[in-house]
Structure formats: structure tokens, C-alpha cells
């Protein structure tokens, strides 16, 4: 007998739909050049292209600026044509519940035993933090570039520059430490891969263990007593 793929089963459950997946690779893509085409001209490898310029064609410096403008696209379309989407990214974020310093507590250990404390968000309170964080670091990348193309010498000039090199120095492990959790390669977050790069479904095991609030709104007849 065919053996039935797991979602129809019932033992998963679509977290994000396919158009935020799509942005969401775009965007990471595009954040990606910006910081490999960065920190290449950051290290003075101006005179030598880079392998991504070798086969564009495309020098890195113009990588870089096409870049950051393209992410400057894809921001404004988010505010534009994603309100509400946006709407429920910042709500979510920006909350703070009781239990949310427990979780915080918990977490070192939790990444290996998969041990997370309950939190009530559609994020955990890692993910908020990162959130905020990388929101910041980026608005201040897209701004302080936009800057740099506009501004032509001076002291502003110098101070875009400043702004934008310290902001590239500390997205760059919050987002190796991202990258490191979305990928699963953690015991506590195997599995998380698939919410938002294979699929975007992920099992009922996999979300009660890390995000059961938001399991409980969006399935709520699983049982809330189960364990991994």
C-alpha cells in the first residue's frame, strides 16, 4: 500500500505560505551579496574581482550598489504591498509575555535537548530579539548606503561611512547565528528548515516543541500533552 505524504496524514501544518517564502528568499539572497561584496571590499580586494563578479561580469563595487538598492526595493514593497503582513511581523515582535525571561534561561541548554520553555508568541523570545535587532542593523545599512550614493564628501560623508561599517560588522553574526538555527543542524531546532525553505510545512512535533502557542491557534484539537 502507497504510503500517504505526511501532510495529508495530518502530522503537519503549513507555517508560512508560499509568497512569504518567496520573499524571504529573495531577501536573504540579496543580503547575502551585500555582505560577501562588503566584506570583499572591506578587506581591500577591490582590485581583484571576486568569484560572484567573475561570473557576472559585474564589478563588486556595482554588485554591491545594485544590491542595496534592489533591498531598498524590497522594503518599500513590503511596506506597501504587504501592510498586513508587516502589520503582524511588528505586533508580533514588539510583544513581551510572562515567561519570556524563563525561556531565555532555558535556551543554551534547549538548542541540544530541544527543551524549550513554553512562550505565547507567533516568535519565540530569541527570534523577537533577532528580530528588532536585524531590523535596526538593516534600516541602518539601507539608509546610511542610500546615504553614501547621495552624499558626495564631508563630515557626513564620514559619518555614513562609520554607520554603515559598524552596522555590516554586527549584522553579520546575528545573521550567521540565524542562519545556523533556520538551518536545523541543532538538535532542538531540527526540523525548522522546513517552515520557510522546504515547503513551509513542518511537522506537529516540530512546532509543538518550539512554537506551541502558535500551534494551538492554528491546530487547536492537537493534544497540548503530547511530547518529543
Do not use: C, K
Not at 64 to 73: D, E, N, Y
Not at 156 to 182: C, K, N
Amino acid at each position: 500500500m502507497r504510503r500517504q505524504p505526511a501532510h495529508r496524514a495530518g502530522t503537519t501544518i503549513e507555517r508560512y505560505n508560499r509568497r512569504t517564502r518567496w520573499y524571504h528568499a529573495t531577501v536573504y539572497v540579496v543580503v547575502l551579496i551585500l555582505l560577501g561584496t562588503g566584506w570583499w571590499l572591506r578587506t581591500g580586494q577591490e582590485g581583484r574581482p571576486s568569484i560572484l563578479a567573475r561570473w557576472t561580469g559585474v564589478a563588486d563595487t556595482t554588485l554591491h550598489t545594485i544590491a542595496g538598492w534592489v533591498l531598498t526595493g524590497l522594503v518599500a514593497v513590503a511596506i506597501t504591498f504587504g501592510l498586513r503582513a508587516a502589520r503582524t511581523f511588528a505586533v508580533e515582535t514588539v510583544r513581551a509575555d510572562r515567561g519570556d525571561l524563563r525561556w531565555f534561561v532555558r535556551w543554551p541548554a534547549a538548542i541540544f535537548t530541544g527543551r524549550f520553555a513554553h512562550h505565547r508568541g507567533h516568535f519565540d523570545p530569541g527570534q523577537r530579539v533577532a528580530n528588532v535587532v536585524l531590523i535596526i542593523l538593516l534600516a541602518a545599512l539601507v539608509a546610511s548606503g542610500v546615504g553614501l550614493i547621495l552624499v558626495v564628501g564631508g563630515p557626513g560623508f564620514v559619518w555614513l561611512q562609520r554607520i554603515h561599517r559598524w552596522a555590516t560588522y554586527l549584522i553579520t553574526p546575528i545573521l550567521a547565528g540565524h542562519i545556523l538555527i533556520a538551518s536545523g543542524v541543532l538538535p532542538g531546532y531540527r526540523g525548522v528548515a522546513r517552515s520557510m525553505h522546504l515547503g513551509g510545512r513542518l511537522r506537529i512535533e516540530t512546532a509543538r516543541r518550539i512554537w506551541p502557542a502558535w500551534l494551538d491557534r492554528q491546530h487547536p484539537d492537537h493534544d497540548p500533552t503530547q511530547r518529543d
